[in-house]
């Protein structure tokens, strides 16, 4: 496993430079739209899968409004989503057949090609009010479908089920074929809740609470929202985990939290499930991107069965804004689980626009194929610049395990505006309470949002997404059908503009399938690398060069191909690093001088501002020992100017060592020249050095002067304290003038000694 040696690397680089890549999508053109809906009405919450049997039949469902209301849309493919034809649940099949809503369609396969659908099925217009999750199933590749099945019944009107999500057992394990399914219970406090089925859809056992109700005294003894967004996800291992937003309070006792994505896991098939435990936090929650769409933290999760090297790897995306994120537009976030869930790496950023900070990427989707490559497709505002409004598809892959992802590949092929999605979220955004809780909405036809999710499904190469799309002027579905393509190498490290004193290791993201991808390092003294061109040819997505680079700056760029030599990608984008091993010129130091006394416990250091070169940062050391050794005798303070006064004391009647050292961007230090003085705790004025009767300055202090500017008598015990106008004059820094602004201070009411 040549590329497992230098995840952690990675890791770490993807996440210290993430601020510093610039926009870099790739050049490969879209693949060709197709337009799934038939009916120009409200279409979006799309979601798509292949069938594991036959890989030309594709079947997606969406919600759709072509009554007006609510209903669940059903889009068949035969030819590999190139046409499809266009459908909606009958109302006969249909829990609640007078005139009721249906929604929040969602999708899942089992190992063997059977198709399972849930929605919910809720009695708007009728007498009762009641909702349920409904089932439904299909066993000949989405020709017929046969149901309802009502997965759960409370009986009570006030109960709403809302957001669920489904999934099948297909690792081949004791529980393959169990279909599970995860939801919100409204009203506030609202519950998180699974059922199971081990018949294949005939029947749905009870309903287990997994995410509970919470409670704070310190709210008042109000109940805090359980969460909402959950999602089911079967592990390489057969168990069950849900996932969701949820709210994470720091103690029982106060009401302070935040918003975090939590876990459960069932070892047991989905009969019981442990508590709760944080995936991660703080993330963001509840968002809106630009255009008035509202976005959330769901976490989209899928596992690796694959059977290849990275079997069992957990991978989970999820809208946020960080606190990188300085103008608070969205990314698209990425963990990654080695050991089952029991914990998860840094997070980092699927979205390789990261270099601006005015564009919101959203509602992604993930899958993991056959072969353990990960496909993930999001919406993304970059291509309309600068007014970043306007929305398209990208997709974005991993071959590595999900250490790193490609340069992002776009898929729509037109960009959607937020202004052609009726009853624009402008008019309704997310509504948050105190607690950062999202506040109810009434709940009134939206279906020209955006909506809450799309589709992505992937046969090994072959991949399907389904979106919401607006190019219409109407919330319409569109769909395409692509091949994971050989794309430009994603540039990790160094990052654009860098400086360095020397760079050895080279990075970029896996651009192909593990153990089949080679790659092309260039490096040359100018961008059209004609001039002291350098190249390497290695089968790893890294680079250790064994070549000194001169003082410069350089270009790079990286090519990659297939082992067997058939596909080759276009070139990277050009990046620009520079060497320097020059130090800055050593600060000439201006005060205090060298080997003096000084009255003052916090005295300000000063170096010529001369010698301030650009971009370097000023270290002053104070320490006890003229070697500066770490530890407490040895204090540091950045320099903001070429000045300072230092917040700490000096300690007094010792010796103290001073000295500035510069340090420039790419890591070179000056030579620190160290000085030395001595503070002693004498005040201002005390020239004979004895606190009288009355006070440190007193009389005996001007005759201690007189003595020793007229008539040959002892020096003050500390030179710099005589100076007591603070001013050095042509005789020094003791003269008349002293004797003079003494006799005021002490006689006439003038100013107090300043030294």
């Not at 903001?640 to 103290?656: C, F, G, I, R, S």
Request: charged share 15%; with cysteine.
């Amino acid at each position: 496993m040549k590329q497992a040696l230098w995840g952690t690397t990675v890791l770490c680089i993807l996440i210290f430079f993430s601020a510093a890549v610039a926009f870099a999508d790739s050049s490969l053109p879209p693949p060709p739209n197709v337009r799934l809906t038939m009916y120009p009405q409200l279409n979006n919450e799309e979601q798509v899968f292949l069938c594991p049997t036959d890989s030309n039949i594709v079947i997606a469902n969406w919600r759709d409004f072509r009554l007006n209301y609510r209903q669940v849309g059903i889009g068949r493919s035969t030819d590999g989503g190139q046409t499809w034809t266009d459908s909606l649940i009958k109302k006969s099949m249909q829990v609640f057949t007078t005139d009721s809503k249906q929604s929040d369609p969602t999708m899942t396969v089992d190992r063997l090609g059977n198709f399972y659908m849930s929605v919910l099925d809720w009695d708007a217009f009728g007498l009762t009010g009641l909702s349920t999750i409904a089932f439904y199933k299909s066993t000949d590749k989405g020709v017929s479908w046969t149901g309802p099945v009502a997965g759960v019944w409370s009986g009570d009107p006030e109960i709403f089920e809302d957001k669920q999500f489904i999934t099948a057992d297909r690792t081949g394990g004791i529980y393959d074929g169990n279909v599970y399914c995860s939801w919100t219970r409204f009203p506030n406090p609202d519950r998180i809740v699974f059922i199971r089925s081990i018949d294949g859809g005939a029947t749905f056992q009870d309903t287990v609470v997994v995410g509970p109700q919470q409670t704070s005294t310190g709210c008042g003894s109000n109940v805090i929202d359980a969460g909402q967004f959950s999602i089911p996800v079967v592990g390489a291992n057969g168990y069950v985990y849900v996932f969701w937003q949820g709210y994470s309070l720091d103690s029982t006792g106060t009401c302070t939290g935040v918003q975090a994505i939590k876990q459960v896991v069932s070892v047991d098939g989905g009969q019981s499930f442990t508590g709760e435990t944080i995936v991660i936090k703080p993330i963001a929650g509840y968002m809106t991107a630009n255009g008035g769409i509202n976005t959330y933290s769901q976490p989209v999760v899928d596992v690796d069965i694959s059977g290849g090297p990275f079997h069992g790897n957990m991978y989970m995306a999820f809208t946020n804004i960080g606190v990188e994120d300085v103008n608070n537009h969205s990314d698209v976030d990425f963990l990654r689980s080695t050991n089952n869930g029991a914990t998860w790496s840094s997070r980092y950023q699927i979205n390789d626009d990261v270099g601006s900070e005015n564009i919101d990427n959203f509602h992604p989707w993930l899958v993991v194929n056959q072969e353990g490559v990960i496909v993930v497709v999001f919406y993304d505002q970059r291509y309309d610049a600068p007014n970043y409004y306007l929305f398209d598809l990208n997709a974005a892959y991993s071959f590595d395990g999900g250490l790193t992802f490609t340069t992002n590949h776009r898929i729509s092929d037109v960009s959607s505006s937020p202004s052609n999605l009726k009853n624009n979220n402008l008019e309704n955004p997310w509504t948050l309470d105190d607690n950062g809780f999202m506040a109810p909405v009434a709940m009134v036809p939206r279906g020209g949002l955006i909506g809450e999710y799309i589709g992505v499904t992937a046969y090994y190469d072959k991949v399907n997404a389904v979106w919401t799309d607006s190019r219409d002027g109407n919330s319409e579905v569109y769909s395409a059908s692509w091949y994971i393509p050989l794309l430009e190498p994603r540039l990790i490290a160094p990052a654009e503009d860098s400086i360095a004193q020397g760079f050895d290791e080279f990075h970029w993201a896996t651009a192909w399938k593990h153990n089949l991808d080679r790659y092309r390092l260039e490096i040359a003294e100018d961008s059209n690398f004609t001039t002291g061109l350098i190249t390497r040819v290695v089968d790893t997505p890294f680079v250790v060069l064994d070549t000194n680079l001169d003082e410069k700056v350089y270009y790079w760029r990286v090519k990659s191909f297939t082992t067997d030599g058939l596909d080759s990608s276009a070139y990277s984008v050009v990046r620009t690093f520079t060497i320097d091993m020059t130090p800055p010129v050593t600060p000439v130091l201006v005060s205090p001088s060298d080997d003096t006394t000084t009255t003052n416990a916090t005295p300000t250091f000063v170096f010529t501002a001369s010698t301030i070169e650009i971009d370097a940062v000023y270290v002053l050391k104070i320490s006890t020992d003229s070697l500066f050794p770490a530890g407490p005798e040895t204090k540091e303070y950045i320099m903001p100017d070429t000045e300072m006064t230092v917040p700490d004391p000096l300690p007094a009647d010792t010796v103290t060592y001073w000295t500035v050292t510069a340090t420039d961007k790419a890591g070179n230090s000056s030579q620190p020249s160290a000085f030395h003085l001595r503070y002693v705790d004498i005040a201002c004025g005390n020239i004979d050095g004895i606190v009288g009767p009355s006070g440190e300055i007193d009389v005996a202090d001007l005759t201690y002067l007189v003595a020793y500017l007229f008539q040959g008598g002892p020096p003050p015990a500390v030179m710099e304290a005589a100076n007591v106008d603070g001013i050095v004059g042509p005789s020094g820094p003791v003269d008349i003038a002293d004797l003079t602004y003494l006799v005021a201070y002490l006689f006439s009411g003038g100013p107090p000694p300043v030294c």
